[in-house]
């Protein structure tokens, strides 16, 4: 059997990043007593959310679903002294985004047109970054630095050498690269107040570990 004497380190990695980009993510909610009445409903009223941000410079194609649903509603009601439940209808939630490069002004313009539109969205401001794997390139370059220059000192102070590395071990988790300067949802009808929102988001701060073991000898 190959006796091979090997150290493990986990190394860390903690950056900030600047938020570059704004991301509106927008909720259509409807109801109808029929499932397919709610379906076409929810196509009905995302075609005319897309239609008010075609106006605003975005392709069709660069409004995304990040969600939809389309579920039973029910009433309760009392039938010889016992409640029961009956089916009044059907439900959509549809949940779409749009990102663009952080702009208070263009931002400004699409919440004015947002507050006339017919189809009345709810609506969050958040903001990211547009180039996520740079940014976990960086932490994952850090992170094996990190455990590199960890191993190296346990092993002079164990009278040993680093050799070869034996094993890898990273989560892939993804990290969340999204700030949210505001808690609550934005209702489309009152944006017009928030028109001239000068919104400058702190920066965004992650972490990530990784775990190496490498061979010693000596």
């Not at 194609?61 to 939809?68: A, C, I, N, Q, W």
């Not at 263009?106 to 970054?129: M, N, Q, W, Y």
């Not at 191993?151 to 890898?168: H, M, P, Q």
Request: aromatic content about 6%; hydrophobic content about 40%.
């Amino acid at each position: 059997m190959e006796n091979v004497k090997t150290i493990r380190v986990t190394g860390k990695s903690k950056i900030r990043v600047r938020p570059d980009t704004t991301r509106l993510t927008l909720t259509l909610e409807g109801a109808d007593p029929r499932y397919a009445g709610a379906v076409e409903a929810s196509g009905r009223d995302t075609g005319v959310l897309k239609d008010v941000l075609a106006e605003q410079g975005f392709g069709r194609d660069e409004v995304k679903t990040l969600s939809f649903g389309v579920e039973p509603r029910y009433e309760s009601y009392q039938e010889n002294g016992a409640y029961r439940q009956r089916l009044t209808g059907y439900q959509f939630r549809h949940t779409l985004k749009v990102e663009f490069p952080s702009d208070n002004g263009r931002l400004g313009r699409i919440l004015s047109a947002l507050s006339s539109c017919p189809v009345d969205p709810e609506i969050h401001i958040s903001f990211t970054v547009s180039d996520p794997e740079n940014v976990k390139n960086e932490l994952l370059s850090g992170a094996v630095a990190d455990a590199r220059e960890k191993a190296a000192v346990l092993a002079n102070a164990a009278g040993v050498e680093l050799a070869g590395v034996r094993s890898v071990d990273y989560s892939w988790a993804e990290a969340e690269l999204v700030v949210r300067p505001m808690a609550r949802a934005l209702n489309a009808k009152l944006c017009a107040d928030e028109a001239a929102v000068d919104l400058t988001p702190d920066d965004i701060e992650t972490e990530d570990t990784v775990t190496v073991v490498w061979e010693i000898v000596g």
